[in-house]
């Protein structure tokens, strides 16, 4: 298959506007950073080669920042069905993970454990890939921090410290993992001691 050769204005152009996208995205104006999105997607539906690769990027972090964490799940799951390309199992892994918190925020931690299970899934077959990227890590800890596996947490953050060069004690982004999986065990603890007290 002959590859699509796209002239530089036509690339100058489709970067201008993916830029809307991404300025409004920043300022968490989803709604219309969606609108814009469609729009492009719709201009360059027919489009082979780096367009697509564009506008899939473009909708895993608009699905993240927007907290359409099943929709990224599916926007992963999609395309790997469709080319068995292990990349795109970054939205699994991410969107999976980042829904179960989600299920157990509502009270539904069986639900949660499933999507949990789901992200380690995804990222076993993405690390096959892509095992140096610190980032990923972060999100399978979040997997296996909501599955209750404190040991492969740790382990999984100790390898994402040594890819990033960061202490794994002290290191914002892994703070902030232990202090989601902390504070959804103890409105786990609150909801059942509720429980014993209205028997």
Request: with cysteine; glycine share 6%; net charge positive.
């Given at each position: 298959?002959?590859?699509?050769?796209?002239?530089?204005?036509?690339?100058?152009?489709?970067?201008?506007?993916?830029?809307?996208?991404?300025?409004?995205?920043?300022?968490?104006?989803y709604k219309s950073a969606l609108k814009e999105a469609d729009k492009l997607r719709q201009k360059h539906?027919?489009?082979?080669?780096?367009?697509?690769?564009?506008?899939?990027?473009?909708?895993?972090?608009y699905y993240f920042q927007s907290g359409k964490h099943k929709e990224q799940y599916e926007l992963g799951e999609s395309n790997y069905r469709q080319t068995r390309n292990k990349h795109y199992l970054y939205s699994s892994g991410v969107g999976a993970a980042w829904y179960a918190k989600q299920l157990f925020e509502r009270g539904?931690?069986?639900?949660?454990?499933?999507?949990?299970?789901?992200?380690?899934?995804?990222?076993?077959?993405?690390?096959?890939?892509i095992s140096n990227y610190y980032n990923s890590y972060v999100h399978l800890v979040l997997a296996y921090g909501l599955l209750g596996e404190t040991h492969l947490m740790e382990e999984n953050l100790n390898i994402s410290a040594k890819l990033c060069g960061q202490d794994s004690k002290t290191f914002k982004e892994f703070g902030e993992?232990?202090?989601?999986?902390?504070?959804?065990?103890?409105?786990?603890?609150?909801?059942?001691?509720?429980?014993l007290a209205k028997m």
């Amino acid at each position: 298959m002959l590859k699509t050769k796209y002239s530089a204005e036509y690339i100058q152009s489709f970067n201008v506007e993916m830029q809307v996208v991404w300025d409004a995205i920043k300022k968490a104006d989803y709604k219309s950073a969606l609108k814009e999105a469609d729009k492009l997607r719709q201009k360059h539906k027919n489009a082979k080669g780096f367009p697509k690769g564009k506008l899939y990027a473009m909708y895993n972090e608009y699905y993240f920042q927007s907290g359409k964490h099943k929709e990224q799940y599916e926007l992963g799951e999609s395309n790997y069905r469709q080319t068995r390309n292990k990349h795109y199992l970054y939205s699994s892994g991410v969107g999976a993970a980042w829904y179960a918190k989600q299920l157990f925020e509502r009270g539904n931690a069986l639900r949660g454990k499933v999507w949990a299970k789901r992200s380690v899934e995804a990222w076993k077959i993405y690390h096959e890939l892509i095992s140096n990227y610190y980032n990923s890590y972060v999100h399978l800890v979040l997997a296996y921090g909501l599955l209750g596996e404190t040991h492969l947490m740790e382990e999984n953050l100790n390898i994402s410290a040594k890819l990033c060069g960061q202490d794994s004690k002290t290191f914002k982004e892994f703070g902030e993992i232990r202090e989601i999986i902390l504070s959804l065990r103890i409105g786990k603890m609150i909801l059942e001691i509720n429980q014993l007290a209205k028997m």
